[in-house]
């Protein structure tokens, strides 16, 4: 295995893409590499199997989306690239993004297979060919063992955070579908970590790989990182003293535990903060709630735990809150770095008790740096009563299988309701169920208004999503 770090970002005109492609990434705002691109895409363009370091945020998708479409050939309907990907929400954004680097092309067919969605509709748009599949290990074995695609046309196999995959205990669905693609194919690797399952499959199923690590650090000054000292048994009190002294319009607060999770949010709840948990036995239907209500600002506070929380990709994320720190110093960063993306400042505190200060070393000398402590008591209330979301959420019974678009819950709530393009906010629509964020004092109102007002011309039910 050969090892290779990334030079500085790059303009895209340096790599081996197409003029159409390079304009279409102009149009889409990609102005230069990240340094997971600038690493990945001159071997992979070359064909290459590769290992690559990389968290969610870090450009990675399009390192991988732009290797598997120069590869591919539109004219032909078989099945040529194949990403697995550890859950449902992650296949969705890969999707999307795929979808947009592919607008330079003509008809580039991408189809996404995840549980919890009936398998017919996906066969039947299998049925019509498909150059891209994307999706849950699972559903993609599902649909393999049903022969509703083949693999034997496929060049490209994309394995998604794959220690996720891992964790999850994914590592013979990945295995089995692996040993259906051709043996001459490209593997990409993309891992936020290298946890020893990730050795196994690179002997088992790559060529040779090229290792790319990108040093997984955030700047001091981009994000500000205050530790607490505190005893197990004030842990989750200092969460709402925190919450109350610094009021994050948004904040993550990690646990190690499903149960810290539970009793966090029980916690905050009971102190009037609208929070929401998240972890991993949750149904598909809660989950997609769960993220609906934190992505539109109708939540304050999301309490999850790393396996959870990969692969979200929350914008504008004000604040993270590490209520217990991980004895793995890299998923420290990785948790971190999900607050100051872009241009944004981000906030960093953590709480940490006398039997955590040896994982507390090993985060200090991965980040080459003391940590920063503060004492507890100078965390007083800022503001009056407890952090509100700006937002709220309704649910409108029907979405995709009812041909509902966003545009047409906008129009039928700025139109015929009066309301202002202001006080709407993000809309996600679903298979079976359409999400809208509007804002928290005209929320019971636009219920109201919308079961008994129409949207594309027909009636629709709504009810107000509550933690």
């Not at 479409?69 to 194949?82: D, W």
């Not at 709220?392 to 393009?421: C, H, N, P, S, W």
Request: with cysteine.
């Amino acid at each position: 295995m050969t090892s290779q770090t990334p030079q500085a970002s790059t303009d895209f005109s340096a790599l081996a893409l197409s003029p159409a492609q390079l304009s279409n990434l102009q149009q889409l705002g990609y102005t230069s590499m990240t340094p997971i691109q600038a690493a990945s895409l001159p071997p992979a363009l070359l064909g290459k199997d590769l290992i690559a370091q990389a968290s969610t945020g870090s450009g990675k998708t399009a390192a991988f989306g732009l290797a598997l479409l120069a590869r591919l050939n539109p004219r032909c309907f078989g099945v040529q690239a194949l990403v697995l990907c550890p859950t449902r929400e992650l296949a969705d954004q890969v999707s999307a993004e795929i979808r947009r680097l592919a607008r330079a092309e003509e008809n580039i067919k991408v189809v996404t297979l995840c549980g919890g969605v009936p398998l017919r509709g996906q066969a039947q748009s299998l049925s019509h060919g498909a150059h891209i599949v994307v999706g849950t290990p699972g559903r993609i074995m599902d649909h393999l063992e049903r022969q509703n695609f083949a693999l034997d046309q496929l060049n490209t196999l994309v394995l998604d955070e794959a220690d996720r995959m891992l964790d999850m205990g994914f590592f013979d669905d990945i295995a089995t579908v692996a040993r259906q693609c051709p043996k001459e194919r490209q593997t990409l690797l993309f891992s936020a970590t290298y946890p020893e399952g990730i050795a196994k499959l690179s002997q088992q199923f790559m060529r040779n790989p090229q290792q790319i690590t990108v040093q997984a650090q955030h700047s001091a000054g981009k994000i500000e990182q205050r530790w607490y000292e505190v005893k197990n048994s004030e842990r989750l009190h200092a969460v709402g003293l925190l919450l109350n002294h610094f009021r994050p319009e948004s904040a993550l607060a990690f646990c190690n535990t499903k149960q810290q999770c539970r009793d966090l949010v029980a916690v905050l709840q009971a102190q009037g903060v609208s929070a929401l948990a998240l972890y991993g036995e949750l149904e598909q239907r809660e989950r997609d709630q769960v993220l609906v209500q934190f992505a539109n600002r109708s939540c304050s506070v999301l309490v999850a735990t790393d396996v959870a929380a990969r692969g979200l990709d929350i914008a504008n994320l004000a604040a993270v809150i590490n209520v217990d720190v991980t004895p793995d110093p890299e998923v420290h960063i990785h948790r971190i770095g999900r607050t100051g993306r872009g241009d944004a400042e981000g906030l960093a505190l953590n709480l940490a008790s006398m039997d955590e200060m040896g994982s507390v070393g090993k985060i200090e000398v991965l980040q080459g740096r003391e940590s920063a402590w503060s004492p507890l008591s100078e965390l007083t209330p800022t503001g009056s009563g407890p952090l509100v979301p700006p937002m709220a959420t309704v649910q409108i019974i029907g979405g995709r299988k009812e041909k509902i678009r966003a545009g047409d819950v906008l129009g039928a709530l700025t139109g015929d309701m009066g309301y202002t393009r202001e006080q709407v906010g993000k809309i996600n629509v679903n298979e079976f169920s359409t999400y809208v964020a509007v804002e928290r004092s005209i929320a019971p109102q636009v219920v109201q208004r919308l079961n008994s007002g129409r949207v594309k011309g027909k009636s629709v039910k709504a009810r107000l999503v509550t933690d």
